[in-house]
């Protein structure tokens, strides 16, 4: 049995000592909220937090946090002060060190995972999870909090992003009729070459100069773009000899391009995208074409997963993912205030600042709704 520590002062629990044990049994991995999964570890705590969430709203005061150390000094409605202290590198050191001992099998079929983990001598099954719905939310989530200029030359974009979970740096190359990654991420070095299907064919329609109103498509499957010019004839340009920039703001893609077309000429190509949506939109489908297996051996998942571009085979070291968690909370320092329903933060992570308000109404339904959905 594995025992996780999470136990802020005595006057928080108004006990002694409060220690949170986690049994990673058949009610933790069927947890399919913040809620269900708190009670995996331990019911009490469980009705204690969504007390606490209940009253929030009503509740003035302040959160101090150093070094991912958050501790609170908050006074209820009803007079009861609210202290305590939180460790979240600690906390989530603690998860890896689980993780590390952690072995089992994962399955992925038509996007439905299933999975049997055993951690320290208890062994549990996940329920068939659909990860559609969970995937869509997580890129839309992770797409319009990218504020970046990505160039791209010779059909290749290249990566240097900061993102929630860690930095993302390589190569993404569409042209030459295959999709070539080369890419260091918080899940490890994804390396891939896939080809495009013959239907991976996607129209578009712009206005040049000279010429009016055009409708064309970018076949990467043939590694060109196809625009037919009527009296003009038909023009066809490698993928290979675009270059330009994609300007990436509030889930906006906002491409700026210059597209050859023959004797020293190029003609300016600018557009806007709902990026966000439609890649949110792409991935849940994509998923659920999904199918494949894997094998976790002492907190590293190694898998095999076939998908409509191909085979993808790759490592992800959950033991280093969830560390890196912990030194990212450990570079957290500021203040939430907390008054009138609002939480407002002043903040700042190895990410930036963040600044902003949380309605304090919202905590409690937050925490029963679901992460993702069982089947």
Same mark, same amino acid.
């Not at 409060?18 to 269900?36: D, G, K, R, Y």
């Not at 002043?346 to 925490?367: F, R, Y």
């Given at each position: 049995?594995?025992?996780?520590?999470?136990?802020?002062? @005595?006057?928080?629990?108004?006990?002694?000592?409060?220690v949170?044990?986690?049994? #990673?049994?058949?009610?933790?991995?069927s947890?399919?909220? =913040?809620? &269900?999964?708190?009670?995996?570890?331990d019911p009490?705590?469980?009705?204690?937090?969504?007390?606490?969430?209940?009253?929030?709203?009503?509740?003035?005061? @302040?959160?101090?946090?150093?070094?991912?150390?958050?501790?609170?000094?908050?006074?209820l409605?009803?007079?009861?002060?609210?202290?305590? &202290?939180?460790?979240?590198?600690?906390?989530?050191?603690?998860?890896?060190?689980?993780?590390?001992?952690?072995?089992?099998?994962?399955?992925?079929?038509?996007?439905? +995972?299933?999975a049997?983990?055993?951690?320290?001598?208890?062994?549990? &099954?996940?329920?068939? =999870?659909?990860?559609?719905a969970?995937?869509s939310?997580?890129v839309?989530d992770?797409? %319009?909090?990218?504020?970046?200029?990505? #160039?791209?030359?010779?059909?290749?974009?290249?990566?240097?992003?900061?993102t929630?979970?860690?930095?993302?740096?390589?190569?993404?190359?569409?042209a030459?009729?295959?999709?070539?990654?080369?890419?260091?991420?918080?899940?490890?070095?994804?390396v891939?070459?896939?080809?495009?299907?013959e239907?991976?064919?996607?129209?578009?329609?712009?206005?040049?100069?000279?010429?009016?109103?055009?409708?064309?498509?970018?076949?990467?499957?043939?590694? %060109?773009?196809?625009?037919?010019?009527?009296?003009?004839?038909?023009?066809?340009?490698?993928?290979?000899?675009?270059?330009?920039?994609?300007?990436?703001?509030?889930?906006?893609a906002?491409?700026?391009?210059?597209?050859?077309?023959?004797?020293?000429?190029? +003609?300016?190509?600018?557009?806007?995208l709902?990026?966000?949506?439609?890649?949110?939109?792409?991935?849940?489908g994509?998923? @659920?074409d999904? %199918?494949g297996?894997?094998?976790?051996?002492?907190?590293?998942?190694?898998?095999?997963?076939?998908?409509?571009?191909g085979?993808?085979?790759?490592?992800?070291?959950?033991?280093?993912?969830?560390?890196?968690?912990?030194?990212?909370?450990?570079?957290?320092?500021?203040?939430?205030? =907390?008054?009138?329903?609002?939480?407002?933060?002043?903040?700042?992570?190895?990410?930036?600042?963040?600044?902003?308000s949380?309605? +304090?109404?919202t905590?409690? #339904?937050?925490?029963?709704?679901? =992460?993702?959905?069982p089947?």
């Amino acid at each position: 049995m594995a025992s996780t520590d999470l136990s802020p002062n @005595q006057d928080f629990f108004n006990e002694e000592e409060a220690v949170v044990e986690f049994i #990673p049994n058949e009610s933790f991995f069927s947890s399919s909220s =913040v809620l &269900t999964l708190l009670t995996a570890f331990d019911p009490d705590f469980a009705d204690l937090v969504a007390d606490l969430a209940s009253a929030l709203p009503d509740a003035t005061g @302040q959160i101090s946090v150093g070094d991912g150390l958050f501790d609170a000094n908050l006074l209820l409605a009803d007079g009861t002060a609210l202290t305590g &202290t939180f460790d979240a590198p600690t906390t989530l050191r603690g998860f890896a060190d689980l993780a590390a001992v952690s072995d089992g099998t994962v399955t992925l079929n038509g996007g439905i +995972l299933e999975a049997a983990i055993a951690t320290d001598s208890q062994t549990a &099954t996940l329920p068939p =999870v659909d990860l559609s719905a969970a995937a869509s939310a997580f890129v839309l989530d992770a797409i %319009n909090a990218i504020d970046a200029t990505v #160039p791209f030359a010779n059909g290749a974009f290249t990566l240097d992003l900061a993102t929630a979970l860690g930095p993302i740096s390589g190569t993404v190359d569409v042209a030459g009729g295959d999709l070539n990654l080369d890419l260091a991420t918080p899940f490890g070095q994804l390396v891939a070459d896939i080809d495009f299907q013959e239907d991976a064919v996607f129209p578009f329609a712009m206005a040049l100069p000279l010429v009016g109103d055009i409708n064309g498509a970018v076949d990467f499957n043939s590694g %060109n773009i196809m625009v037919p010019l009527g009296v003009y004839g038909d023009l066809s340009v490698p993928i290979s000899a675009v270059s330009g920039s994609l300007n990436l703001a509030d889930g906006l893609a906002s491409l700026e391009a210059s597209v050859p077309v023959g004797s020293g000429l190029s +003609l300016p190509v600018a557009t806007e995208l709902a990026i966000g949506p439609l890649a949110s939109e792409y991935v849940a489908g994509f998923v @659920q074409d999904l %199918n494949g297996t894997g094998t976790l051996t002492d907190g590293i998942l190694d898998a095999a997963i076939e998908s409509p571009l191909g085979l993808f085979e790759t490592t992800f070291d959950v033991v280093a993912f969830t560390n890196q968690g912990a030194d990212f909370f450990a570079g957290i320092d500021g203040v939430i205030d =907390v008054s009138g329903g609002i939480a407002t933060a002043s903040l700042t992570t190895p990410l930036g600042p963040i600044d902003g308000s949380v309605d +304090l109404a919202t905590v409690a #339904p937050a925490l029963e709704a679901p =992460v993702a959905g069982p089947i």
